[in-house]
């Protein structure tokens, strides 16, 4: 069983920056995708950013496009994500996750399909 540790949440001011981490066994071709999710209360869970790990490309959502970077060191045993700009509706606790199968059609990295491994999560706090 892969064990997903997250770390690197906290309190920043709007427009800020925090850099969240993902650590694990490894990160490789055995998953098809591995991702950031945020679940804000009163909020269903929403995925922030996945990487394709087979294909390569990087898949963020609209609302963090441009102000959030996923990444992944060269051990291939953590994932990162830069949040910079930070908003308070980022407000939320982030859990790092890993695929190991494939959503039915239509379904991208970003929803919740096919995600077997979670971490405990991070909370993450945008307030003045």
């Known amino acids: 069983q892969l064990h997903l540790v997250e770390s690197g949440g906290g309190l920043a001011q709007p427009g800020g920056s925090l850099r969240l981490s993902c650590a694990g066994s490894?990160?490789?071709?055995?998953?098809?995708?591995i991702g950031w999710f945020r679940q804000a209360p009163g909020r269903e869970r929403e995925g922030v950013s996945c990487?394709?790990?087979?294909?390569?490309?990087?898949n963020y959502a609209d609302s963090v496009k441009g102000r959030f970077t996923i990444s992944r060191d060269n051990t291939r045993t953590s994932l990162f994500l830069q949040m910079n700009s930070l908003k308070p509706e980022d407000t939320a606790i982030y859990y790092c996750?890993?695929?190991?199968?494939?959503?039915?059609?239509?379904?991208?990295?970003?929803?919740?399909?096919?995600?077997?491994?979670w971490g405990q999560g991070t909370q993450v706090t945008v307030s003045s």
């Open positions: 990487l394709d790990i087979r294909g390569g490309s990087m």
């Open positions: 996750a890993a695929q190991t199968h494939l959503g039915p059609a239509g379904s991208t990295c970003l929803d919740h399909y096919g995600y077997e491994y």
């Open positions: 490894a990160f490789d071709l055995q998953y098809y995708a």
